[in-house]
């Protein structure tokens, strides 16, 4: 299994950040797998963002709740996630990443990481 | 909101034993996860469900979590040890990172 983050690199502030997560080696339909985003901003440390399952199970970070969706396109094997409103507090490496049976499992197989930095 | 505190450093000489605390309310009643994190690369999962090792990880790593505190031990601990770590919980429909612990090896 192999996950791959893929974004714009650059967004202006108050505009909505898009990241797609593609997965590989396995079908993000695959049974009790959840599929999540973390980030970690420049210096700081790791913050979950958001978890779901393919049909249509969701769960945020109460933080961010009010900017993020987390969908998937089973089509294309890949899901994503769009920040609105975005500041330069949204500045992070954005990884994605697999939970094997549920929101409250740990994180087995990480993305490499995108950098994503938020300015004018 | 839940909160999962960690020192910031934890320092240790080669071939002795890293301990890294994670504390929070009623810790010992939660599954904690620990992650070695690395410059430029990805977290990478060493323990889950407080103490299981996922293949590939030494076994000079290992896990406790009882109380308000869990511990994550590192035996006979290797210059490529020294990383960040980060414990993680789930609380009341969230999950939570700790705050991380930088682990020098000197």
């Known amino acids: 299994l192999q996950l791959q983050e893929s974004g714009p690199g650059l967004v202006k502030p108050s505009e909505t950040l898009s990241l797609t997560c593609n997965v590989s080696g396995d079908f993000i339909t695959s049974s009790g797998y959840f599929w999540g985003w973390i980030r970690q901003p420049p210096g700081k440390g790791l913050e979950w963002i958001g978890s779901?399952?393919?049909?249509?199970?969701?769960d945020y970070s109460p933080s961010l709740k009010s900017r993020v969706t987390i969908s998937v396109d089973t089509s294309k094997n890949q899901f994503s996630l769009m920040l609105t409103s975005a500041t330069a507090a949204d500045t992070a490496v954005y990884y994605c990443a697999r939970q094997v049976t549920g929101p409250t499992d740990p994180f087995d197989v990480w993305g490499p990481g995108t950098m994503i930095t938020v300015s004018s | 909101s839940y909160e999962l505190t960690q020192p910031p450093s934890v320092s240790v000489s080669p071939g002795q034993t890293a301990s890294i605390t994670c504390s929070g309310p009623?810790?010992?009643?939660?599954?904690i996860s620990w992650y070695q994190k690395k410059p430029g690369q990805s977290p990478l999962l060493v323990i889950s469900h407080d103490t299981k090792r996922p293949s590939g990880i030494p076994e000079r790593f290992s896990g406790s979590n009882s109380g308000n505190a869990a511990t994550l031990t590192i035996s006979g601990t290797q210059p490529m040890d020294e990383a960040d770590y980060y414990c993680?919980?789930?609380?009341?429909?969230?999950?939570?990172f700790g705050g991380g612990t930088k682990l020098t090896v000197l």
């Open positions: 993680q919980a789930w609380d009341s429909g969230a999950l939570v």
């Open positions: 009623k810790l010992g009643e939660k599954y």
């Open positions: 779901l399952y393919y049909s249509d199970n969701t």
